[in-house]
Every structure is written in C-alpha cells, then in structure tokens.
C-alpha cells in the first residue's frame, strides 16, 4: 500500500504522547481514587448498615413451582396425574461425614444401590449448598421414623412435593410420554427464571410438545429466615400460576381394546375420527411403563428396555416407516382415475406376472396363476399386482408421486406429538439427488405397488384412509382436543384444521374406489372377506404385505423356512361403516405375515368396539 | 512520574532471556500475581468447586499461551497487516448480523461448524490497530478530515456490535479507539464538544436502546424499585461489599456469597465476593495490582520507537483501566449493569484469550526494539 510521505516532527510528538499518557493514568488514578472513596464509605462508613443487613441474613426469595398441569382422555379418565410424594434430600455442605451418614440412614430407610447410584451422579452436577435427592417416594412409615430420628441428620431433609404419575403405566406411553427430571440441555430451551424450582420437564411423547402449556409460571415466596436458613414466616406470597391441563381426543378404553387386540404382537395401529381428525387410538407396542422414567430410570431397566430385541421405546405408529404395500393400491387406482389414465371398467388380463416391453425380467403377481381377466374393482378387492403394475407404467412416477403427494404420502401428517418421521414417496429428483442415478421404469411398477423405495407411517396410512373416506378433504391428526385454564376451568378447543382439500375431477371416481375397498371385505372374493362375517356394520378396507426383503427371480416366499425378522409385515386400513364413515384405522403387525390373516382382524376388534353393537 | 516513564535504561543480563523470548518480566510478574489472586477468590466464590478452577486454570493456560505467541510476532507485521485484519473482522461482524446464532437473546456468535466465533472480541484489539495505523504517518495531533475519518474507523464497528446488542464490548471498543485519539493528542476542546454532544445524545441513544438495556439504566438510578428482578444484583452486591468490612469475613466465609444471595458471584460479581472475604485491604492490594499492570503498559507504550507502537500500546493498557473501572464500578453501583468481567478473575475464556492477546502485543512493541547504541 503507497502511503504519502508526511513530515513529521518525531520529537514534537513523542513529547505530546508522553504528556497525554501521564494525564491519562492522572484521570485513571483519580477514577480508582472515587471507586476507593466509594468503597470505603460501603465498606467503613456503612458497614454497620450492612453487617445488620447481611448478618440477618432475612429476606430469601424462593420460587414456587406451578403444579404440572394434568392428562384426560376424551372422556375425562385421567392419564397423567400428580400424586403428592416425600423426597429425602442432602445438603452436602452442612454434613461433616457424607459416607456415615449415608450408612445411618440406610438404618433407617430402605437405600438401595440404584439410589445411590444416582445419587452419585446427581452430586457431581451440582454444587454442595444444593440439596440433591437421594430417595423418591417415601412411605408413611420411613418419613415418621425420619421425623423422630431428624436432629441427628443435620443437611438431611424430607420434602414434600407432587410427583408425575401415570395411573394406566404403559398405556398409550408412546403417545402420552413422560416427564423426567431436567438437564442442563432442557434448561436451555426454556427461560430458566421460570424454572427455577422446577425439577421436572416433558421428555417425550405429549409431555414434550405440550411443555409449555402444561408446565405453567411460577410463583414467589418472600421468607424471613434465621441464620442457618431456615424458614420462620413468609412475608408476601406470589402464587404460581398452575399449567394448564389437556384432554386427548384419545379415548382410554378403545386404546385398551386396541392394544389387546394385538396380543403381544409387535405393531401399530391408530384410529382416527375422520370428520375430523381426531386421533381415537395410538398404538405402538410393545410399550414401556413411563412411570420408570420419571425419577431417573436405574441403569439396569434401561438396559434392559434399550437391547430388547422388540424394541419398545420406538415409536411406531409416529417413527415407523414401513412399505405400505398393497394398501397403497387404493390411492394408486384413483389417481389413475382421476387423472384419465384408466377407467373403472377398463380390463386388464392377469397371468401372474409382468413383463416390461421389450425386458425379460418377470415381475410376479403374488398369486402364481394369476387372476385372470380383472377390472379395477376386481383388482382391488382381489389384490391383483399386475393390474397395479400395468396402471403404474401408465402413470409414470411423476403424476404417481403428484397425486400420492395430495394424500400426504412421504410428508410429515403434522400431528401434535414431536418426532414424526415423513416416511418417503419416491421421485425422480429425489433418486437423482440421493442415489445419483436416473429413475427406471421398474422401479415405477414396484412403486405402484407399495414396494421398492415406498415408505409410510402408520399415522401418515390412518391419515390417508381417512381423507379416502371424506372424498379429499385432508385434516390434520389431533391429539389434544382441548386445553384447560385452572382459574376459569373454561375448556378452549383446539381447531380442527384442514390441511388441504384435495381437488375433485370427479366423485363417481371415488365412489368407485369406496366400492373395491367394501369388496375387499364384503365382496365374495375380496382379500379380507373373513373379518365381515358377524359384522353389524359394513367396512371398506384394504389389505397389504409388507416385504422386508426381496425374493430372487424364482424363490417362493416360505414363512416355515424364514426366521421371524424376515418375515412379511401385515397392514391393514379400513375405514367403516362405508357409507358414513365413523372411524378409520390403520393397523401394522410387524413381521405378522399376511395383511388378510392377522392385521385385518385386528383392525375389525378395533372398529366393532367403537361402533358398539346397538342392543338388540 | 517522568522519571519512572522514562527510564529506557535498563539491566542488561535482565533484558537477555527478556528478548529471546520476547517476554517482559515486570508485566509478566504483574499478570500471574493477578490470575493467582483471581483463582484463590474464585474458589472461593464458587464454593470449592475444583472442577471450575480446573477449567479456569485450562483457560489461563490458553490465554498465557496465545499471550507468548502474540509477543513473538514482529509489531512491523502486525502494522502491515493491521487494515486487512480491520476489514476481515467488519466484514464478520455484518455477516453475524446476518447470520449468526443467537444466545441469551444477543446476536454475537459465528457458528463455522466446528468452532464458534465472537468476531466482536477480535474488534476489541483490530479497532485501536487500526485508529494507530491510520494516524501512524500523519501529523499529530489529528485535526479536521482525519479526525473525521479515524472517528469513522472507530464508530463503525461499534455500531455494528451496539446492535447485536452487546452493550459492554462497544463500549469497551469505542473507549479502545478513543484512548488512540486522546493518546494522539486529540485537542481537549474537542473533548469537551464531544462530552456534550454526549450529553445531548443521550435522549436519542435512550429512544435506541432495548428494553433490556433501558430496563438496566432504570435500575441503576433507583434499584430499590424492582428488588426481586434486575435491582436485586446491586442490592445484594453493596451487602456483600460493604458488610465485608476492612478484613472481611475470610477466605470462603462470604456468607452473601454462600447462601447463594449475590448472582452471578463467580462470573461478572466476582468482585463483591472479593469484598466480601477480604474487606477493603483485599481490595486495594487488587487495585495495586492492577495499577501496577497498567503503569508498567504505560511505561512499555512511551518507550516504543514508533507511533504506532506508542497509540497501540497506550490504548491497550487503557482499555484495561476501563475494564476494570466499568466492572467495580457496577458492582460497586456507581455504574450500571454492563456485562463486563473483572479482567483475569472473573470466570469464564473468551475476553481473557483477547485481553492476554493484547499484552502479548505489548510485550512484543516491547522487545522487538531495535537497541540504541550505548
């Protein structure tokens, strides 16, 4: 960089600088001469004045945690509860021997290893005027014989508060959720001034993503206390405000029936109302006792919950991506309809497989011989694969992905509860940008299927059949239908929101489409036929299997020769009764097999106790 | 006081080890004696926590560490490269504007994924750089367009940090670029304009201030009026101070501090735990070395061959004076809450790394002189 030469009087200005520095430390030391004064009238004039202050050592400002707001389902049964509980806590820094009082008192009251356990790692988190606790949930009796024993434990406390209780333990867990005690990553999110107090926070499930309704503001209590901190009366009182409670649109009961109706497979189903999305059923099992979580779970029964092999802490019916098969087949044959690609009366010759023009490949149909000659009622009821192959090539995986998008396959449902995964809808843009590679045309067939890259949810199919049966009109799942103030008791509803009407070339095309899905269970050779016998009422339905992977040119799948793993997942949607649709379900059995033998009876236990049987 | 400016004579087997390593003892003496008294009272306030002195002492580390590294760099190449490190940190601070991460409600960080960045802390040292690079081949004292032109290289990039809004560093940084001007002589007519126009923008600067930061200024002036919110820090801070006495209640018997009524005890109100444990004697011995720290910069600033040397390094050991004189004076409520540590005792990195950065530059102005013939 050229700089300008400058004439500069080197002597002239080393003596300026020389000047102005002595005049800055001047003001620096006349500054630190006002902050001596300052300090010698706080600090000896005034410190009388505030020895008294600090030696009373008086007024202690201490939160009031607001009481946890409470979890009903639709009925009014409660979910999650607050129960009152003692606590034993320890003051480190007012305890001389920590391991001999620790023995003493496990004279006392019943210490096991998981408690001191964490007791360890609680204490190292915090610092030692803080109280940490040891034990949770005392009885009647441990606290009186505290109470009588107390003088002997200086720093040893028993505390009284409420506990998070979840009555129904594994019930519904996956929805619900629990809370847990908070961790230094919880206090981030949330303004810590209004937890101060607080020693628990929604982890999962509802808990979480209602944290903030549920949890409430805090309270203040000013104290006059005496030298050694202890309380002696309350000056002024500011009261929490308590959070607010939830009513699930979930209905406890039919969740009861629903997950007995899987005895102890391992799936999801859930049940929703279409008319307007409320969520009646969450199914994920197997399922855990949140109950466990709520005071810190011991090592062991974490263990024990995370390498089991049926995996109950997942989520299933919000996390659980499976090929939805040939349930998708519905929403393919309409989108065939609707965009003029085929018609219902349209026949298409089944001999059990499909050849691309030109390709040797054979793409089987699931039944060796084939169907024959099919339309698409016949198709669907029946299950046929090679009319779904032949529709798909027609479409094209462009207009497959544009019209299965409008039913919000491979997107997120939006339901009320955090985690939802979005499964995957299959595009050309999408394989270009994950796989680099262009789209094939079989893959266009397998799609048309429910197969290949096609994944879906359990809450995303529920959603879908339920839109199916409201002619295009696309709600978003609820869970909670209402929240509850504690001063007015007034419940606001929450709004039933439509995501999208789907735009409707024409209704006979999905009357059409209602018709194969009542065939499928009503009709003489539909796939779920079994599950209408002793019906009161009529189901529209469709059946899938679910490969969980691919079989070789020739092989025959053989359930006796697979290991469990390997096994076909079974799936179900239906909605009922066809012609004013009450409930729609999707019900997924994890390696169950067929979608007609096990999943469909599931879904029908599920629907015959909603639409209780009127008395004769 | 001239003399003791003055004295460039100094003993020679001294200075041998000095200039190898490029180090100064007496500000090196200065700087240890401080951060051993620093670690002793936070101990103490964070109520015998070794895992937080550990770290404190992982950080002194660090900051001693970039201290010799920055004294071993030649302050002619630190001159050279003063604008281009100038106009990288402007150009950070506008992109953290844009884009950068929000924490505890302020905008300061810069996340590069696998380190996030304070660009303002780097403008603490770029911005008096760059003030002395610019008047380091005019004439002095400044007057009229490059006055105008160093008042702009100045107020920039407070601006920019003000509305992030980080309070205590702009005003550390404009109080940074200041020292360069007074320094270089900046006429005290001038000064007392400024001082009005000051006084005359206030009202204006109050119409541009968050409500957080008004909230600050309105506790200050009266703390009694909201005792359970922000007035609660001063209230709890004059008890500890002045119920410490002329000895205090000794080393770890702060009971303000203690029973947990004085917030923020081991990070900005380190300084009322000081007061508290050891009574006004602890804090003047901290005062003393503290003066001791800033004559000793002085000194180094007027013995420097060239002028930018001197307005840099003169700045640097201002902008500590004002760091401490802001911290105790807030805690001392004579200032208003500003969110600054007390320099080396206050708990915590980053302003330790950049305050040790500077005296590594000071050291290097120092010893990287070239020695008159005796």
New interface residues.
């Given amino acids: 960089?050229a700089?300008?030469?400058?004439?500069?009087?080197y002597l002239y200005?080393?003596h300026?600088?020389?000047q102005?520095?002595?005049q800055?430390?001047i003001i620096?030391?006349l500054?630190?001469a006002?902050?001596?004064g300052?300090?010698?009238y706080?600090?000896?004039v005034?410190?009388e004045?505030?020895?008294t202050?600090?030696?009373d050592?008086r007024i202690k400002?201490l939160p009031l945690p607001p009481n946890r707001g409470l979890i009903f389902d639709r009925n009014g049964l409660i979910l999650a509860d607050n129960l009152p509980s003692y606590r034993l806590e320890i003051t480190r820094?007012q305890i001389h021997d920590l391991d001999a009082t620790l023995a003493e008192l496990g004279k006392l009251i019943d210490i096991r290893d998981v408690d001191l356990k964490r007791f360890r790692r609680l204490r190292q988190r915090t610092?030692?005027?803080k109280p940490v606790p040891l034990r949770f949930h005392l009885s009647d009796e441990e606290v009186a014989r505290f109470a009588i024993n107390r003088h002997r434990f200086p720093g040893v406390d028993i505390v009284a508060g409420l506990s998070r209780h979840y009555p129904h333990g594994p019930l519904a867990a996956h929805a619900i959720g629990y809370v847990g005690r908070i961790d230094e990553r919880d206090l981030q999110n949330v303004d810590g001034s209004n937890y101060s107090g607080t020693t628990h926070i929604g982890k999962v499930g509802i808990e979480k993503t209602y944290e903030d309704l549920l949890h409430g503001s805090v309270g203040?209590r000013q104290v006059e206390t005496n030298a050694e901190?202890r309380i002696l009366r309350t000056l002024t009182r500011i009261p929490p405000v308590p959070g607010e409670n939830l009513y699930l649109t979930l209905d406890a009961e039919l969740q009861s029936a629903a997950e007995q109706a899987f005895e102890g497979k391992a799936g999801a189903a859930i049940v929703i109302d279409p008319a307007n999305g409320d969520v009646l059923a969450f199914v994920s099992l197997p399922s855990y006792d949140p109950n466990l979580f709520v005071n810190g779970i011991d090592v062991d029964s974490y263990k024990a919950l995370r390498d089991d092999p049926q995996r109950p802490l997942f989520n299933r019916a919000l996390r659980g991506q499976y090929p939805p098969g040939s349930t998708l087949k519905p929403f393919v044959a309409l989108g065939g309809l609707e965009q003029g690609i085929t018609t219902a009366h349209a026949h298409t010759y089944c001999p059990g497989f499909y050849q691309l023009p030109g390709k040797a490949r054979k793409y089987r149909d699931w039944k060796r011989w084939g169907h024959g000659t099919v339309d698409l009622v016949s198709a669907i009821a029946q299950s046929c694969d090679v009319y779904f192959y032949d529709l798909a090539l027609s479409m094209g995986i462009d207009r497959l992905h544009e019209f299965l998008s409008l039913f919000g396959f491979g997107q997120r449902t939006g339901i009320d509860i955090k985690g939802e995964l979005p499964g995957l809808l299959p595009s050309r843009e999408w394989k270009r940008a994950t796989h680099n590679q262009p789209w094939f045309p079989g893959e266009t067939l397998i799609a048309g299927i429910g197969q290949g890259f096609v994944l879906s949810t359990p809450i995303q199919l529920a959603s879908a059949t339920a839109t199916l049966s409201q002619y295009g009109r696309r709600l978003r799942p609820r869970i909670v239908a209402a929240t509850q103030t504690h001063e007015d008791g007034e419940l606001t509803p929450r709004p039933v929101e439509t995501i999208l009407d789907i735009p409707v070339e024409d209704r006979q095309h999905w009357t059409t489409v209602i018709h194969a899905m009542r065939e499928v269970v009503q009709g003489r050779h539909g796939t779920a036929r079994k599950i209408s016998k002793g019906a009161w009422y009529e189901i529209a339905g469709k059946t899938g299997t679910a490969q969980v992977f691919g079989l070789k040119k020739e092989e025959k799948y053989d359930a006796s020769k697979l290991s469990k793993e390997l096994h076909d997942h079974s799936l179900f949607i239906a909605f009922a009764p066809v012609d004013k649709p009450r409930v729609a379900v999707a019900v997924v059995v994890e390696h169950g097999g067929s979608g007609s033998a096990v999943a469909a009876p599931i879904a029908r236990k599920i629907m015959d106790h909603y639409l209780k049987k009127p008395s004769p | 006081?001239?003399t003791l400016?003055d004295s460039s004579r100094e003993d020679a087997s001294r200075r041998d080890w000095q200039h190898t390593l490029h180090l100064d003892a007496l500000l090196l003496l200065g700087l240890v004696t401080l951060s051993t008294l620093g670690l002793f009272v936070l101990y103490s306030s964070?109520?015998?926590?070794s895992q937080l002195l550990l770290r404190q002492l992982v950080r002194l580390g660090i900051a001693f560490g970039t201290l010799f590294f920055v004294a071993q760099i030649r302050p002619q190449w630190l001159e050279h490269w003063t604008?281009w490190i100038y106009g990288v940190g402007l150009a950070l601070l506008v992109a953290v504007l844009l884009v950068g991460d929000v924490g505890k409600g302020a905008q300061r960080w810069l996340d590069f994924g696998f380190v996030r960045f304070q660009p303002s802390e780097m403008m603490k040292l770029a911005v008096p750089m760059m003030v002395a690079w610019y008047l380091a081949?005019?004439?002095?004292?400044p007057t009229g367009l490059k006055l105008l032109i160093a008042g702009a290289l100045i107020v920039v990039p407070v601006l920019l940090i003000a509305k992030q809004p980080d309070l205590g560093t702009s005003l550390l940084i404009g109080s940074a670029g200041f020292?360069v001007l007074?320094?270089?002589?900046l006429s005290w007519k001038l000064l007392g304009g400024l001082a009005l126009l000051a006084a005359g923008g206030a009202p204006i600067l109050w119409h541009f201030m968050h409500d957080y930061q008004r909230q600050r200024v309105i506790t200050f002036l009266d703390p009694e009026q909201d005792p359970?919110g922000a007035g609660y820090h001063i209230i709890q801070s004059?008890?500890?101070?002045?119920?410490?006495?002329?000895f205090g209640k000794g080393w770890m018997h702060g009971?303000?501090a203690?029973?947990?009524?004085l917030p923020e005890r081991s990070t900005d109100f380190i300084f009322a735990v000081l007061?508290e444990e050891f009574?006004?004697f602890g804090?003047?011995v901290l005062?003393l070395v503290y003066?001791f720290i800033?004559?000793r910069s002085?000194q180094i600033?007027?013995q420097a061959q060239d002028?930018y040397g001197?307005?840099l390094g003169?700045s640097l050991a201002?902008t500590f004076?004002i760091y401490i004189?802001v911290n105790?004076?807030m805690v001392?409520?004579?200032l208003p809450v500003v969110g600054l540590p007390l320099p080396l005792v206050s708990y915590g990195g980053t302003s330790m790394v950049t305050l040790m950065a500077g005296f590594g530059m000071l050291m290097s102005i120092h010893t990287h002189r070239k020695l008159l013939p005796t």
Wanted: hydrophobic share 50%; aromatic share 8%; glycine share 12%.
């Fill in positions: 960089m700089r300008p030469v400058t004439i500069k009087d200005e080393s300026l600088f020389m102005r520095a002595i800055a430390l620096a030391g500054l630190f006002v902050l001596v300052r300090l010698v706080l600090q000896v005034a410190h004045h505030f020895i202050l600090s030696d050592n400002i820094e610092p030692s005027f203040y901190g | 006081m001239s400016l964070a109520g015998g926590d604008p081949d005019k004439r002095l004292p020292f007074f320094l270089a002589g359970l004059k008890i500890a101070i002045g119920s410490g006495g002329l009971t303000q203690h029973l947990e009524f007061g009574g006004l804090i003047v005062l003066s800033i004559i002085i600033a007027t002028t001197r307005l003169g201002m004076f004189i105790t004076g001392t409520g004579l």
